[in-house]
DNA sequence: CGCATTTGACCTGCGC
DNA sequence: GCGCAGGTCAAATGCG
């Protein structure tokens, strides 16, 4: 048993409790921040207190999509910025959270957009926009329809700004905070048994799409353990844009 | 009044 | 080319 499975394609399935105290799921974590980064989170000391007991990690590269010629000649019809000509995919990723609320507040703060029916799916999707003007950061939330009490919450594109939510350097813990308590998710299922071992570096990882992408450190490594332990500088990662600055000073 | 939400219409990608 | 499903737009509406 692994503490994650290649799904296939660019979709890893990760079971495994990833509350900060775990470190091969800490690893994980680093390692993916640091393919959606560049590795700058990789040096990064980071818990995750209240988050995703289960998680599923979809990470998509940054893909270009070309407009075709008609296309193009419909969105200037319409008077579009040529700039759109070629549309961006942001890194994107989700995640499952076991919460009787829809919306969790991740420290941001969003707009909804619009709301689909999803096939299959007795319950909607809802789309939302980060309110920042400058912002593009997009995330979808929707439960699922397997188990009700799970929600679903996908993340497309990097904030380029602060929480406002929880300013940095506020000390605000996620237990003793009763605005967080009231929206704090329960956990899907307990730790694993079994422990699983250090987990394997892996040199060609297809999540890394960035050319500064670096293999896992492993865990009780040299000189780049105390690295690891340093807490963020001014940059958090891409955890950063789901979890509050306070709620990881725990660690 | 300003901002957020709702919701139907429209757009786009993809499979057949 | 067509139909379907997902995603987005934007006017209407609600709320503080």
């Given amino acids: 048993m692994d503490i994650w499975k290649w799904v ?48 599923l990690v979809v990470p998509y590269g940054s893909l270009t999509l070309q407009m075709n010629n008609s296309k193009r000649a419909k969105e ?16 994107r990723f989700a995640f499952m959270t076991k919460s009787k609320i829809d919306h969790l507040e991740d420290g941001y703060r969003w707009r ?31 439960r699922s329809s397997e188990d009700p009490s799970v929600v679903i919450t996908t993340y497309e594109g990097q904030h380029c700004h602060h929480s406002v939510v929880f300013p940095r350097g506020s000390v605000v813990h996620a237990h003793d905070s009763a605005a967080l308590s009231v929206q704090q998710p329960t956990a899907i299922s307990s730790p694993p048994p079994y422990f699983p071992p250090p987990l394997q570096v892996r040199e060609s990882h297809p999540f890394c799409t960035s050319p500064h992408s670096k293999p896992i450190i492993e865990e ?4 780049d353990q105390q690295e690891q332990l340093r807490p963020p500088p001014a940059d958090d990662g891409l955890l950063g844009d789901i979890v509050p600055a306070a709620m990881r000073n725990r660690s």
């Fill in 8 to 55: 296939g394609g660019e979709t890893a399935l990760v079971y495994q409790e990833l509350d900060g105290t775990n470190g091969a799921a800490r690893k994980i974590w680093r390692h993916f921040l640091g393919c959606f980064r560049g590795m700058k989170a990789a040096g990064t000391a980071f818990s995750i207190p209240y988050l995703v007991p289960i998680m």
């Fill in 220 to 223: 009780g490594g040299g000189p």
């Fill in 112 to 142: 909804k957009y619009g709301q689909k029916a999803v096939k299959n799916s007795p319950y909607p999707r809802s789309y939302y926009r980060c309110t920042n003007t400058k912002c593009l950061v997009k995330k979808r939330v929707e």
């Fill in 76 to 91: 200037q019809k319409k008077g579009r910025n040529k700039d759109q000509e070629t549309k961006i995919r942001q890194p």
